[in-house]
């Protein structure tokens, strides 16, 4: 056997996560990376991702998921974030409308900086904040009909359909290109 059968065929998807300041995006990721929930989380200097692999059709398959590091408090996420992305989470807080008030204009943004974009997921986050909801599923799965995305809600907090938001991205993106 010489190195080129393809057996070891490998696939790396870029994959950005974009909302309004504290709707949980970092501790999405790290949820999904290292199952880890930060309560008093703080926004970082500078741009950083982490990478998870998945196995599909025998496939390694590897995410680099980016994460804001702040910016979006500013409305300063440069193009160089969005650059090369092929999946995108825009996540809102169901506690706070204004979050889910700002999806169109990341949604836009999302548009003008990244062409590549194939599997976009809308995401709900804090679906543990029941009791405070601001925000209903059916506005939610609403909005994302309407813009061709798939729809979750989440909590980052209690774990649920973390796993399972990234993974539709990674398979989805998977599917588009292989
Ligand atoms: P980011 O600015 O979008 O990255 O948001 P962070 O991940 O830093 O989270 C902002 C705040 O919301 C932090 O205090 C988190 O502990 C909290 N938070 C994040 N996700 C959840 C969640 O699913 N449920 C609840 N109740 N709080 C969350
Ligand atoms: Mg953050």
Redesign the pocket.
Known sequence: MDSSDDEGEEYLFKIVII??????????LTRYARNE???????TIGVEFQTQTLEIDGKEVKAQIW??A?Q?RFRAVTSAYYRGAFGALV?Y?ISRRTTFDSIPRWLDELKTHSDTTVARMLVG?????ENIRAVSVEEGKSLAESEGMFFME?????STNVNKAFEIVIREIYNSVS
């Open positions: 909302g309004d300041s504290a709707v949980g995006k970092s501790n999405l929930f930060n309560l008093h989380s703080k926004a994460d804001t702040g979006e996540v807080d986050n804090k679906r543990d904040l989440t909590s980052a907090l209690d």
